[in-house]
């Protein structure tokens, strides 16, 4: 991905290095329908990438990055993981100017390290969307993203589909306020305490692990999550932002319903 | 009266040749100066605001100036020209810009460039012109195209000073390119002085007008 970037020239790079750290709470880490089996943890987490991008002729832009994140959990160590990979993204303006819609392809495939035994994986992410900044403080993104996770073990395979909405408008010059929604299909993982007999009929892979103390089994479902954000970004310099988001998830799926709150402090920086 | 006021050299040059024929020499005797300050609606000080007379002058030497692009911004933010000006628009950035304008005063685009463009673009009608750049969109800077050569900037202090101007000099406009609505005009009120004027402009506030950024990184 790198060596694409430098090997354009004539498409007049423009290097870009993004990083965010984040500290974030969750209520329900475990995704646990049973509220004796709900677990909360803290994270923190910093995401780095860096790359370039630039044009392709009239309508037509590209960027390439690396991205590397991870994410250390407070209680649950097991939860923390390394990741790294490449992101390739091609945009199409329909018009001139800043108003112009752009339709967004991206493709992000990464390599990850899980502290839980088996949760390690590579992830395929591309994505379709419409970028469109409607007025000078406002704007909405569509996306559409299917998302395969490889794991070691089968219970941590995965396949989801996601469609998000999200808007902006800003406050103030450097005051930004974001609400989004989410609406994902696809497997996921909850942890549960035994015996969970009717787990075997709704789950098709399940294992046990130790990630949370004491022995839980892990198993993998079908299911619809809903999620509804709200965010703000604060503006501190013109490299250096504050971002306070809050998120809520419900997960409906083979007689499983789990609820998920979800705040997250964050500092990016971009250059 | 063919004074005309400019920061270039070249008009500098035009007015001390002015001044030493008869007819320059007489009309320098009726000239006054009239002093601006431009405030917020806060009463702070605005840098940058073009103050001009309220003239539809005719046969305006045209000027030859331009707008560069450096570090991913236009330079400068605010040029002032009389009409049938040229501006040239050079890159000086080592990545491609692509220069457009929307507005009515004066609609075109040149697309992707690095060092000169093509051709100078020329401003044959008044208005406003704002130019954007169509890959970097929080790139943005206005070109004011005037019947008049007597206008000036406000320094950081909020004063602009029109120099020389015919005492019977009575109406001026004033303008930013964060001004809400058309240009503030400005005549002496009875009682109040002919050579010094305060004015307030109701500014709007300057937005990114980028969007958040997504896992993939930004476009830029």
Known sequence: ?271 | MKTILSNSASTLAFRLLWLTTPVGFLSCAWAADIQVKVADQRGRPIEGAVVWVDESAKNLPPLDVEISQKNRQFHPEVTVIPVGSKVRFPNRDSVQHHVYSFSPAKSFDIPLYIGEAANPVIFGRPGIVTIGCNIHDWMSASILILETTKFAKTNATGIATLKDLPASTRALKIWHPRLRGDPVAWTPEQGESASQAAVTLTLRPAFPRTPPQDEGGTYR
């Not at chain 1, 993104?141 to 800003?170: C, H, K, M």
């Not at chain 1, 789950?203 to 993998?220: L, M, P």
């Open chain 1, 1 to 271: 991905m790198v060596f694409l970037a430098f090997a354009l020239p004539t498409f007049a790079a423009s290097p870009e290095i993004d990083a965010n750290v984040w500290g974030r709470w969750e209520s329900n880490v475990s995704n646990s329908d049973v509220a004796a089996d709900r677990l909360s943890d803290g994270f923190f987490g910093m995401r780095v990438s860096a790359g370039s991008g630039g044009v392709l002729g009239r309508d037509w832009r590209w960027r390439a990055a690396a991205v590397g994140e991870g994410e250390l959990a407070i209680h649950f160590t097991g939860l923390g993981f390394l990741e790294g990979g490449a992101n390739l993204g091609l945009e199409r303006k329909f018009g001139l100017g800043w108003q112009a819609p752009r339709l967004q392809a991206d493709f992000l495939s990464t390599m990850r390290g899980d502290g839980q035994p088996g949760a390690s994986g590579v992830r395929i992410a591309p994505s379709v969307g419409v970028v469109w900044q409607g007025g000078e403080r406002w704007g909405l993104r569509v996306r559409y993203t299917p998302e395969w996770f490889l794991a070691q073990s089968t219970v941590f395979d995965s396949f989801s589909n996601a469609v998000g909405i999200a808007g902006w408008y800003d406050l103030f010059p450097s005051t930004r306020l974001k609400l989004g929604y989410t609406f994902r299909y696809g497997d996921v993982v909850s942890y549960a305490v035994p015996p969970r007999p009717d787990l075997v009929a709704n789950s098709e892979a399940r294992a046990f692990t130790n990630v949370f103390g004491a022995e839980r089994v892990v198993y993998r479902l079908e299911a619809a999550t809903h999620s509804i954000e709200a965010a703000v970004t604060q503006g501190i310099t013109e490299v250096l932002g504050l971002q306070a988001t809050y998120r809520w998830e419900i997960t409906e799926g083979q007689g499983l319903v789990y609820e998920n709150h979800i705040i997250e402090l964050g500092i990016h920086a971009g250059f």
